[in-house]
């Protein structure tokens, strides 16, 4: 009986092995294919710009009025680097590129690293051949490497030079905020939102949201989750009532990003711990409302009533366990799951879907204090001294950034994708269905609203957003109310880089992800507080003092540039 | 003597010339970079023009030295390679042995082909593939349960003492068969007159494998053994990197995800390359070690 068993595997196993070659290859080669794709488009490339100079010298003035990118839109093609892997849209397939690159005359050539994003930019920087316009991340190290090699244009001295009507478009706040000491700003992020802005219109940035799955979470009569009693009484029922979902064990819970974001800085913002105190910044890692919500979660591990799949997990695991909701509660983002959300929604078991609720909170009960978006926004676009057009780009840059811009890339083309409705855009009816029903299908034959997101302005275009469905509208409101908008300038204290501070960093971080596990699988609370202690006489050692002092020098001066 | 080796080299030039591309290449990835080894005393920079940067001394080198971490990570890289080694080594071998004793061509092809596809699937996918295998859903809980050798799900990849076997299986699994290619090439080169010999001897199966096809391959045998010794400070960064996480780190920080942790991520270009310095020189004096050892015992080494 085992031979025939083994016999039967055999063939099975090598079709299953056969199978995954032909997609490997499948994959393989269809990556060489776009390569060459690349190859061939960069030598036309060289070909077109020839021509374009040519076409340049016919006189044009560029104003302080008008928009400049109307005064030549002869065709040319703009490399642009979009520092996301797992950004996959295409320039040129979707209706709105089409009708953009049209417009302008100006076709992208979007390239996405294979891995990281900071080293394949450091890799170019090396090699000196930089993509005309650049987006990465306002955190990643090689942005300042950029600006202080002297790589990318200073975007003041082009607009100065080519196209004035960028001071008009760019808003002050955000040039400012990226100016450097040397009077230059080199980059113009997107999602940038200023206090100011928010207090006004309500609507922030924050993502960060405490979801539990809704049927569970009704079913057990809506349990206090914020105190360590409720969460461990809910954890309790539900190991207790349902430990299993379709089959397969519920996971209890999940923190996106793992230790260093769910289980650190979201966690923190939950129980509302102060960044600074009477002006000094404050070491949120030792706040005993953390420390009694890190006990928390020890104990329910000993328990046996949280696993530590949230700890060892892979993305890819991660995200089977969400499409099918087996996890009960997450500290994520809500944004994560604007796709999730509405399909388990539709799904057979349609409660199944996540809502915001308060998880998480200090000793005193306050409401959570939520990261909401700052001046630094997400990523920011520069213009790379590689490039052979920096006037075309620099004008194309500021038709983005204009209201115009700003339509054409959320929008569309009126009449075609969107309709003037009383004096106000709106996406057509059919295309603001695929919101909720086939995002990927509107992105991908159309290209609008958060396709491409590179230049978002928050404040233009949020007011031409089609309504959310309730699933998803509900985190975000929920995210909206706790969101703490005078935080922003919190964010990303920390020193980055190769410096001997950035290094201290480095390794008390590094070194505080390994402890982190230890912490929860502790077998009791002396054994916590041991292992607490050490990790804190490490991080003296590796030299904590000098990380503070940099973050208090690094908030003392994003308070002034505030205060101008 | 040495006229006669020009003269044959010129006779074969077409065959001698197809080696020129391999050399080039060499030339250019290898030796050229040897010279920006230079950085590993620098404080070096990417934004400023290359040996524009002040030279620091050893400074880097002392920095890791200093470090637990890297000892940490000598430690795993050892234990990993020395599994892999010593219960590793002979995998491939016995595997290309027993295809040998195939007596069916078409099966002996087929099973060849079927081991050695593992080889050509990425360790982004293999890896994935194995944290399914390994996670609490996974076919070795179900199996280990079904077979009443463990009475609940266990996370194999939450325990760092398993890390180790979990890379050392994965890659059997994975590179059994195409490791066991250059053998089975070696093995196809052997005299048949000398096992038509053997037999009319009266030597069996069994001692025809031994006296004829393993001393045979026994050159090709003593030379992986070298280059793996010599390799035995390196690992296999895709798949550690693959499996690792924040639980099982402490096993399974290799020496190259420590260069990576402490010195590419942080874009501390001289201290990664201060590192990769001195492992390369440990590696080649293993190497010169290994090949000592090998003449001595064998008589057979690379040089």
Redesign the interface.
């Known amino acids: 009986m085992p031979m025939k068993r083994i016999k039967m595997i055999k063939p099975f196993?090598?079709l299953t092995?056969?199978m995954?070659?032909t997609l490997?290859?499948a994959a393989c080669s269809g990556s060489d294919s776009n390569e060459n794709e690349n190859k061939s488009e960069s030598s036309t490339d060289t070909g077109t710009t020839k021509t374009d100079d040519a076409t340049a010298t016919a006189p044009a003035t560029p104003s302080a009025e008008e928009a400049a990118w109307k005064l030549d839109t002869s065709p040319i093609e703009l490399s642009w680097f979009v520092g996301a892997s797992w950004y996959a849209h295409q320039w040129g397939d979707s209706l709105n590129s089409k009708y953009i690159t049209e417009k302008t005359g100006v076709n992208v050539k979007l390239e996405v690293p294979s891995g990281d994003a900071?080293?394949q930019l450091?890799l170019m920087?090396?090699s000196g051949q930089l993509p005309d316009l650049i987006s990465m991340g306002s955190w990643e190290?090689?942005v300042k490497?950029l600006w202080?090699?002297?790589?990318v244009y200073a975007l003041n001295e082009l607009a100065d030079k080519y196209d004035p009507y960028f001071y008009k478009v760019a808003g002050d706040g955000t040039l400012k905020w990226y100016k450097q000491p040397n009077g230059n700003t080199y980059g113009i992020p997107n999602d940038s939102y200023s206090p100011n802005l928010m207090h006004e219109t309500g609507m922030t940035a924050a993502n960060q949201t405490f979801l539990v799955r809704k049927d569970l979470y009704e079913e057990m009569g809506k349990p206090d989750l914020s105190t360590p009693e409720g969460f461990l009484g809910a954890l309790q029922t539900l190991k207790d009532k349902y430990s299993t979902y379709k089959g397969?064990?519920m996971s209890p819970f999940f923190a996106q990003g793992?230790?260093p974001y769910g289980m650190t800085e979201y966690l923190q913002n939950l129980l509302a711990i102060p960044y600074e105190k009477d002006g000094k910044v404050y070491d949120r890692m030792t706040d005993p409302d953390y420390i009694k919500w890190l006990k928390t979660f020890r104990s329910a591990y000993e328990k046996g009533l949280l696993?530590?799949?949230f700890?060892?997990?892979?993305d890819?695991?991660v995200e089977e366990k969400t499409n099918n909701a087996r996890y009960f509660m997450m500290i994520r983002e809500w944004t994560g799951m604007a796709a999730v959300n509405p399909m388990l929604a539709a799904s057979a078991n349609p409660d199944s879907y996540y809502i915001a609720v308060d998880g998480p909170q200090n000793s005193n009960g306050d409401s959570a204090k939520l990261f909401p978006g700052n001046m630094d926004g997400w990523m920011v676009t520069m213009i790379s001294k590689s490039t052979k057009n920096p006037e075309r780009a620099i004008r194309f840059l500021t038709y983005l950034a204009s209201e115009e811009g700003q339509r054409d890339l959320f929008l569309g083309k009126e009449g075609e994708t969107w309709d003037n409705v009383g004096g106000k855009p709106e996406l057509k009816t059919d295309l603001v269905n695929l919101v909720n029903t086939d995002i990927e299908k509107l992105e991908k034959e159309y290209g609008v609203l958060d396709t491409y997101w590179m230049m978002r302005n928050p404040v233009i275009v949020n007011q031409w957003r089609p309504e959310k469905s309730p699933v998803i509208k509900q985190m975000e409101d929920f995210a909206n109310a706790q969101a703490d908008i005078d935080s922003g300038i919190y964010k990303g204290l920390d020193p980055?880089?190769?410096s001997e501070v950035?290094?201290n960093w480095?390794?008390i971080s590094?070194n505080w992800?390994?402890v982190?596990?230890e912490l929860i699988m502790a077998k009791d609370d002396a054994a916590f507080d041991k292992i607490f202690d050490s990790f804190l006489s490490r991080r003296d050692k590796y030299g904590f003092v000098q990380v503070m002092e940099y973050r208090q020098t690094e908030l003392d001066a994003r308070k002034a540039k505030m205060a101008e | 003597m040495l006229q006669g080796r020009i003269r044959t080299f010129v006779r074969q030039w077409q065959l001698q010339s197809m080696v020129i591309p391999g050399i080039i290449w060499m030339f250019i990835f290898c030796y050229i970079p040897m010279f920006w080894l230079i950085i590993a005393f620098m404080d070096y920079s990417i934004a400023k023009p290359m040996l524009s940067s002040p030279f620091v001394g050893f400074k880097h080198f002392e920095d890791f030295l200093t470090d637990d971490r890297f000892w940490r990570s000598i430690r795993n890289t050892l234990g990993m390679s020395s599994i892999k080694l010593v219960l590793g080594f002979a995998i491939p071998i016995v595997f290309s042995l027993l295809l040998n004793e195939i007596r069916s061509v078409r099966m002996k092809r087929t099973v060849q082909t079927i081991s050695y596809l593992p080889h050509f699937i990425a360790w982004t996918i293999f890896g994935g593939i194995m944290l399914n295998w390994l996670g609490e859903g996974g076919v070795i809980n179900q199996l280990a349960i079904g077979l009443g050798l463990q009475d609940r799900e266990v996370l194999f990849n939450s325990e760092p003492k398993y890390f180790w076997w979990i890379t050392f299986f994965s890659d059997v699994l994975k590179e059994t068969g195409w490791s066991a290619i250059i053998y089975i090439a070696a093995i196809a080169g052997i005299d048949p007159a000398l096992y038509e010999a053997a037999e009319l001897d009266g030597a069996n199966r069994w001692q025809r494998m031994w006296h004829i096809t393993i001393q045979s391959i026994r050159p090709t045998i003593a030379i992986l053994f070298i280059l793996a010794v010599a390799g035995i400070l390196g690992s296999n960064f895709d798949q550690i990197f693959m499996l690792k996480n924040n639980m099982n780190l402490k096993m399974a920080e290799s020496l190259d995800l420590y260069i990576y942790n402490m010195g590419l991520v942080s874009g501390r270009y001289s201290f990664s390359t201060a590192v990769l310095f001195a492992r390369s020189i440990v590696a080649l004096w293993l190497l010169l070690m290994a090949n000592y050892a090998s003449k001595k015992l064998s008589g057979d080494g690379i040089f």
Not at chain 1, 148 to 151: K, L, V
Not at chain 1, 311 to 314: A, C, K, N
């Open positions: 196993m090598a092995l056969s995954i070659l490997s290859m900071n080293e450091t920087m090396t190290t090689a490497k202080e090699g002297d790589q397969q064990p793992n230790v696993n530590a799949d700890l060892v997990d892979s890819q695991q980055l880089g190769d950035a290094v480095a390794k590094q992800q390994e982190m596990p």
